[in-house]
C-alpha cells in the first residue's frame, strides 16, 4: 500500500481551538466549525466539549476505540440527534435550527456503517434520489410530463453516468442494487452522496468489510472525490493504515471527549491514544496504584 510520507503532506498550520488544518485551506473560511458539542442520554454524557475544525479542502479523521462516541459525533453533525449544548457552522452558517433534510441541503452528506440503499432499485435510481438537490419539478410538470420534466430527467441520466464513471461503474446502471457484491454497493452509497452535491462528505467506517486491495483502492479514491468535486471529506475507521495513509489532520475520541488532535506522524506518537487504544502495560498500571 503506498502511503503519504510526512514531506508528502500538505503542511498543517494550528487555527483557533487548538485545531489545525491544511496551509492550502487557510485564505478560505473552514467548512466545518464545532466547538464544545455534547449531548445526553439521560444522565449519560454521550459526547462531551467536542471541538473541531475541517478546511475546505481537507481529508480528516475521527479515530477512537468502539463506543466512544464517533457515530454519534456524525449523528449529532447531521441532526440525528439534536445537541444538548454547543454550536455547529457549516461554511460559517449556524445548523441550530437546521433538521436533517435542511442539513444535507446546506451541504453534509454521509455514508452509515451498514450500507443503506434501495436494494430493489435500479443503480441509476438509488443514485437519482440523491439528485433531489438539484433536479426539481413539481407534482404537475410530472405527472403531465412537460417539456420540463423530461429536461431534468435527461440532465439526472448524465448526471448518473458521471457518478458512475468515477468507480468504473457505467455497466452496472440498470442493475438492483441488492444484487452488487458488497464492495460495489458499498461505492454506490458514496455516489448516492455525492449526487447530493455536498460541501463535506461525512464517511462512518468505508473501509468496513473490504480487503486489503479493495481498501488500497478506497484511499485513492476518497483523494480523486476531494480533488475532483473540490470538497472536504471526513472520515470514521478503524482501519489505521487507511487513516494514517490519506487523512491530513485527526481528532481522536474517548468516552466522549476529545483525547489528541493532530497530524497522523503526531498521532501515533502521542501516549494517550496508544493507552486508549491499547491500555496501560502491566506494570505501569501498578506504578500509578503506588
Known sequence: MILLTEKERTRMVP???????????????????????????????????????????????????????????????????????????????????????????????????????FPSLSVEDNIKIGLHNQFKYDMLTGILRLPRFFSAEKHAREKVRELLSIFNMEHMAKYKAGSLPYGAQRRLEFLRALATNPKLLLLDEPAAGMNPSETEDLMKHIQKIRDQFNIAIM?????????????????????????????????QANPEVIEAYLGKKKDERHADRQ
Open 15 to 117: 487555527v483557533p481551538s487548538h485545531s489545525i488544518i491544511p496551509e492550502r485551506d487557510l485564505e478560505q473560511r473552514p467548512i466545518l466549525e464545532v466547538s464544545r458539542l455534547g449531548i445526553n442520554f439521560g444522565g449519560l454524557v454521550a459526547v462531551d466539549d467536542f471541538n473541531v475544525i475541517v478546511g475546505r479542502s481537507e481529508i480528516s479523521g475521527l479515530i477512537g476505540p468502539n463506543g466512544a462516541g464517533k457515530t454519534t459525533i456524525f449523528n449529532l453533525l447531521t441532526k440525528v440527534y439534536e445537541p444538548t449544548s454547543g454550536a455547529i457552522l457549516l461554511d460559517g452558517q449556524s445548523t441550530e435550527k437546521m433538521n436533517t433534510v435542511q442539513i444535507n441541503k446546506a451541504g453534509i452528506a454521509r455514508t452509515f456503517q451498514n450500507i443503506r440503499l
Open 235 to 267: 472520515l470514521i475507521e478503524h482501519d489505521m493504515r487507511l487513516v494514517m495513509g490519506i487523512c491530513e489532520g485527526i481528532a481522536v475520541i474517548n468516552y466522549g471527549r476529545i483525547i489528541a488532535k493532530g497530524t497522523p506522524e503526531e498521532i
